[in-house]
């Protein structure tokens, strides 16, 4: 059974400005909650109930509001850099946490994702295919429409249009082992993932709702989403 989760939530959000200038970029609100909530909501509909979360920039306003996490029905723990890690070196001293001694495989997730991915789904394949890494999959979505021209005439515009590439979702299931390849200090991405073994690494592909909240259209995207769904 897979109930724990570091949540990379060391983020300035400099882009999110003014939104960013007195908490860190998980502590923005999306429909009154912070977007750090949202998440830990939704890891908790699927049975997360124990949480390590990395934190770097203002962690002081994520402890105040979230505490200990009991008054939310959870368990939380937090690895506080002094100095920037990176990502990967973010995770690796998060392995230390004393709530994940013994602990197999944790769901490790960057704190500024929106969405409502199964992740059960994404649990049980990695657990049965035993792998170390398991990566979310969404589809690239463009940014700007796309038109469509034939003979030098413009026919039509496609808004928003489905790439034919898959990126990576920023979710992802870690079995322990993985801990001796991840770097001190630098990003699980391109100093880890390379040196996997493929027969380990495995995609799971989703194409529901998923936002990374980098700029503040993306906070609008994923405010609209929350009030419909």
């Not at 105040?64 to 506080?80: A, Q, T, V």
Request: charged share 30%; glycine share 8%; aromatic share 10%.
């Amino acid at each position: 059974m897979v109930d724990c989760a570091i949540i990379l939530a060391g983020g300035k959000g400099e882009r999110l400005r003014p939104f960013t200038n007195d908490r860190p970029k998980v502590m923005v609100e999306i429909s009154g909650k912070p977007i750090l909530l949202w998440q830990i909501e939704w890891l908790k509909s699927h049975g997360i109930t124990k949480f390590v979360i990395t934190a770097s920039y203002k962690h002081e306003v994520i402890e105040e509001y979230l505490g200990d996490g009991s008054k939310f029905g959870i368990e939380i723990e937090y690895s506080i850099e002094e100095s920037p890690l990176g990502r990967g070196g973010g995770i690796k001293k998060a392995f230390k946490a004393k709530m994940l001694e013994g602990v197999d495989d944790v769901i490790v997730t960057n704190g500024d994702i929106i969405t409502k991915l199964d992740l059960s789904q994404m649990i049980n394949l990695h657990t049965q295919q035993k792998a170390l890494v398991t990566m979310l999959l969404v589809p690239y979505i463009s940014r700007w429409g796309l038109v469509k021209v034939e003979d030098d005439h413009v026919i039509g515009f496609d808004e928003k249009p489905k790439l034919p590439y898959w990126i990576n979702g920023g979710i992802y299931v870690f079995n322990r082992e993985i801990e001796k390849l991840l770097p001190n200090i630098g990003d699980h991405e391109t100093e880890t993932f390379p040196k996997i073994n493929q027969e380990r690494f495995l995609a799971f592909k989703d194409e529901g709702f998923w936002r990374a909240v980098d700029v503040v259209k993306d906070k609008s995207e994923a405010e609209q989403f929350l009030a419909t769904s």
